[in-house]
Each structure stands twice: as C-alpha cells, then as structure tokens.
C-alpha cells in the first residue's frame, strides 16, 4: 500500500487489526504478547485513491452534547486520566477486547470550501455494545464492558483526515444508534455533533435525530456501515466527514 493511500492512527503508538491477534507494543499492552501472540505491522487505514465527492459543503449541524461526555475532560479538557487514544476497541488494563462490531470510522473536516482543516482535536464517545456509557452518570442497568474504552481523541492529519477505531453503534433505551463527536482547537470548542447509520429505521423514532429539520443537514450526519471486504471477523467502515462553518484560528 502506499503511504498516500494510507492514514496512520495518529500518536506514538501504531494500531493493528484485531483480527491479526496482534498489538503494538505499548506501556500496557504488552500483555496482549505475554499471551503469545505473534507482533505483526502496524494497522492502517485504506484511503480512497481518489478521495471521494465531498458531501456537502453546508456546515455539520450541531447536535446536543448529551450528559454523557466524560465528566473528567469536561471539567479540565486538558486531563488524561484514562486510556483515551483513537483505538476504542483496546482499552488500557483491560482483560478483553471490547464486545460488538469493530467499526473503522474514518473522515475529513472541511471548511465550507472544502479546504482541509489540519490540526484540529476530535473527540468521539458513544456507548458501548450493551448499550451503557462508560459513565457514572448511565443508569442502564446492563453489565458495562470493561473492553471497551468508551471515549477517544485524535488530531486531523495534513488533509483533515482522521481515523478511529471503534465499534458500530447499538441503540439504547430512548436512542437510535449514534456516535458523538467534539471538534476543539486550543481548548475552544468548535462543533458538537452526533453522526447515525443510514437505513436505521430507529432514526426517524429519535426525538434528536429529528431535532434537525432539514433532510439534507440530516442526510449529511447519516452515514453508509459498510463491510469491509474480506475481513475475518465481519468489521465494518463508515466515512464521516464534518464541515465547519467557521474558521478556526491558528
Ligand atoms: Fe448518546
């Protein structure tokens, strides 16, 4: 593959496939080897050779936050407390993988024009395959899965892209299936969002979802799960790319 075909998850630390049974050695994983797993090379996404039409260049719509925004970094933004990189489905210490369907989530942020944004902060949370919050504040009474890392940041590449790795989203009790997203810059919030599945028939029931009126705003925030061909163990891939409708400073 070649480098320009290829987005690397960003930090020091390079993810592999979990269906590869192998992990990039890193200060609290190197438990994953102590079981005899086999390293092998690091994980990258596929890029489209040609990057595709850009969905829209209309702003992302803001959506609610909800309360389930990690109550440490929505104190103190600058916190690291828990294991919060772009590898959701790997939690630090954790004696499993997270349960569910992994799930490479991957995008651009754009401004109006379609120029890249670069070097801007996204923070995903979303619940995990129970269907629980890994917060104190999630009363759902299912067993949480102490795999699953619940939150994760990482910073837009050059072209504005970034990458995740994490599982497709479930419904829980009053919610459609969605993934939350926080755009910051230096500490200042830019967008909060959520991003859906498309075809879910959930949607149309979500009192959020249809919060936004506008079937385009909607339709840009609903998203194509798709297979991803010959994968072993059934992950899926969606693009979601967000526009911002200002511009952030430097
Ligand atoms: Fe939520």
Redesign the pocket.
């Known amino acids: 593959m070649r480098i320009n075909d290829a987005i690397r998850f960003s930090g020091a630390q390079q993810h592999v496939r979990p269906d590869a049974e192998v992990r990039q050695m890193r200060p609290g994983r190197r438990r994953v080897l102590e079981l005899g797993i086999a390293a092998a090379a690091a994980w990258v996404v596929p890029w489209p050779r040609a990057l595709a039409a850009e969905r829209s260049r209309e702003p992302t719509a803001p959506e609610i936050e ?1 309360p ?1 925004y990690p109550p440490e970094l929505a104190a103190d933004p600058s916190l690291f407390v828990f294991d919060d990189d772009n590898d959701l489905i790997w939690r630090a210490g954790a004696a499993s993988f997270a349960r569910g369907t992994v799930l490479e989530l991957t995008g651009r942020v754009l401004d109006t024009s379609g120029g890249a944004l670069p070097n801007l902060e996204l923070h995903v ?3 995990d395959a129970g269907g629980r ?1 890994h917060h104190a504040g999630d009363t759902n009474p299912v067993t949480l899965d102490p795999g699953f890392q619940g939150f994760g940041r990482t910073v837009t590449d050059g072209d504005g892209r970034y990458a995740f790795r994490t599982i497709a989203p479930v419904p ?1 009790p009053g ?1 459609t299936p ?1 993934i ?1 997203f926080k755009v910051r810059r230096a500490g200042k919030e830019l967008l909060t969002t ?1 991003c859906y599945v498309k075809g879910e028939a959930r949607n149309m029931r979500d009192g959020i979802y249809r919060s936004i009126r506008d079937p385009k705003a909607r339709d840009a925030i609903t998203v194509d799960f798709a297979p991803i061909k010959d994968s072993r163990i059934g992950e899926l891939a969606a693009r979601f790319d967000i526009v911002l409708g200002v511009t952030p400073e430097a």
């Open positions: 909800g389930f949370w979303q619940c919050y829980y919610r969605h939350h959520q």
